[in-house]
């Protein structure tokens, strides 16, 4: 949770699906009462206080509106992330399966990481499965973790060899 925490802290935004927002929402938004719920430990709490006060971005054509510190993103993606890419500061961070999809086929992920549980579920989605064209990465970061994760970083290659 401390890694996660960092990364939102890094992050100016959020730029989110409809379902990965609102699964983010629905565990990390903190309630109105200030107090959050008795299942969060208190190790997952600076996490939670991170992502609620980050601005986030949604892409959806079936919400009719969005709150917790966040925006909808409607019409091309593609034209809406450029946009946001230019703004001044750190960068964005992309969450879900179907948008980061979308943005790698589009080219517009700078960077990816992808943190490898030591777990092998044998169902759920692939991901990145069906990108229209193979991207070559090439490692700039790693971390290891006591429970045996790894967390990888990757920028696109300028160049294959």
């Known amino acids: 949770m401390r890694y996660w925490t960092a990364e939102m802290e890094r992050a100016d935004a959020l730029l989110l699906g409809r379902v990965t ?3 983010m929402e629905s ?4 309630p109105v009462t200030g107090t959050w719920p008795d299942w969060m430990g208190e190790w997952e709490i600076p996490f939670a ?3 609620d006060r980050t601005k986030k971005y949604v892409v959806s054509s079936t919400l009719s509106g969005v709150d917790w510190n966040a925006e909808l993103v409607r019409g091309d993606v593609g034209e809406a992330v450029e946009r946001l ?4 500061g750190e960068g964005l ?5 179907r948008l980061p999809h979308a943005l790698a086929d ?4 700078d960077e990816y ?7 092998l579920a044998g169902h759920g989605p692939t991901l990145l499965a069906g990108l229209g064209e193979r991207i070559q990465l090439e490692l700039v970061d ?3 973790f006591r429970s045996g994760a790894v967390a990888l970083r990757y920028r696109p290659a300028l160049h294959v060899t």
């Open 85 to 88: 890419k230019r703004e001044p």
């Open 27 to 30: 565990a990390w938004r903190q």
């Open 113 to 119: 990481e992808f943190v490898v549980q030591p777990v």
């Open 93 to 97: 961070w992309v969450g879900g399966v």
């Open 21 to 23: 927002y609102e699964m």
């Open 142 to 144: 790693r971390d290891e």
């Open 106 to 109: 589009l080219g517009l992920i």
């Open 49 to 51: 206080e991170a992502i």
